[in-house]
């Protein structure tokens, strides 16, 4: 098993910036690809941001392209969002994920593991 533990999230202004951080534990963090979700009011959970093993190959929603860093630390078991030039429409509950394979994906159901998620407001 995998525990995934967000935090850094709250309250901005738009315009501002928020960093997040993923601590995973539990099982081997080696070779496993981590995404960044977020999910406003609503069903449906949409990506933000995927980081392979390596750091080497990163993915951004258009959305976020530009203004979103992911990014990781391996010895500390760490992956960070860095958020830039929030938006309100960025408000949401952001999700760290973990996938079993290294293969960067957008698709959450292909994710294994899942943290409990840490809010993101960004007032206007």
């Known amino acids: 098993q995998v525990q995934l533990v967000e935090s850094g999230g709250g309250l901005v202004q738009a315009g501002g910036s928020l960093r997040l951080s993923c601590a995973a534990f539990g099982r081997t963090f080696n070779n496993r690809v981590m995404g960044w979700f977020r999910q406003a009011p609503g069903p449906e959970r949409e990506f933000v941001a995927a980081?392979?093993?390596?750091?080497?190959?990163?993915y951004y929603a258009d959305r976020v392209k530009g203004r979103f860093t992911v990014s990781r630390d391996n010895a500390k078991n760490v992956v960070y969002l860095q958020m830039n030039s929030l938006k309100p429409e960025d408000t949401a509950v952001y999700y760290c994920a973990a996938r079993t394979r290294d293969i960067l994906s957008m698709r959450p159901h292909e994710y294994d593991y899942w943290g409990q998620g840490t809010q993101v407001t960004v007032s206007s």
């Open positions: 980081i392979s093993w390596s750091g080497d190959s990163t």
